[in-house]
């Protein structure tokens, strides 16, 4: 099975993992780039609502797992932060080793009805961000990890890039209920995933 596109302007990752389009020497926003991710999600069936049987909520392969390539950068004079999939850039905000970028879009649902106009996903991408040497530690497993920073250098800029070459943590989409013309079934759920990104390049 394969992810479907869905149609709107601002698109989380679920949206776009599918989309893998080609293109070359992209360009990311702020002055410092973090590195680019192939990540794999794998529904966390403890933490999901939704019905996963549902084509609106699952949109993973057989095997139970999405996959998509994202990339971290910065400003570090402005202090903010990007999170870009498929060419479009989404707000992160960076604290320590954590990264996070939350999204909200409109989102058409079957089991809203065909005559509902706004129902919406809300996205969040959760990550701690490892070294290196920090990875080497966990043997680049995010099942390795329970939660802690493992001992070794922190990621940090270097004369050869960013020091950061493994990313774990989650993706949560909330579908929320439209109010015009909408009966979503049900009303509000979750869809869970546990995510790990190796860096790319």
């Known amino acids: 099975m ?15 993992a599918a989309a893998m389009a080609c293109y070359s020497d992209p360009v990311y926003p702020g002055d410092q780039v ?21 084509p609106d909520f699952a949109q993973m392969d057989d095997a139970g ?14 202090g903010t932060g990007f999170f870009t999939v498929q060419q479009f850039n989404r707000p ?11 999204l909200k879009a409109t989102a058409p649902r079957a089991t809203c009805g065909t005559g509902c106009e706004d ?7 959760k990550v701690t961000l490892f070294s290196d040497s920090q990875a080497r530690t966990l043997s ?24 950061v070459s493994l990313a774990c943590g989650s ?6 209920p439209g109010t015009r013309n909408c ?5 509000t759920c979750t869809t869970a995933y546990i995510i790990q990104g190796e860096r790319r390049d």
Do not use: M, W
């Open 171 to 176: 993706l949560t989409d909330v579908f929320l």
């Open 183 to 187: 009966n979503c079934q049900p009303s």
């Open 2 to 16: 394969h992810l479907k596109r869905l149609s709107f302007i601002v698109l989380p990752v679920a949206a776009v």
């Open 65 to 78: 797992v999405f996959r998509f390539e994202g990339t971290f950068s910065r400003d570090t004079d402005a």
């Open 140 to 163: 680049r497993d995010c099942r390795q990890s329970d939660g802690g920073i493992p001992d070794g250098s922190v990621p940090g800029p270097t004369e050869n890039g960013y020091d």
């Open 119 to 125: 129902s919406q996903i809300e996205e969040t991408l």
């Open 92 to 102: 992160a905000t960076y604290d320590g080793q954590q990264a996070s970028s939350t």
């Open 34 to 54: 973090l590195g680019t991710f192939r990540f794999e999600a794998r529904l966390d069936a403890a933490r999901t609502t939704c019905d996963a049987s549902v």
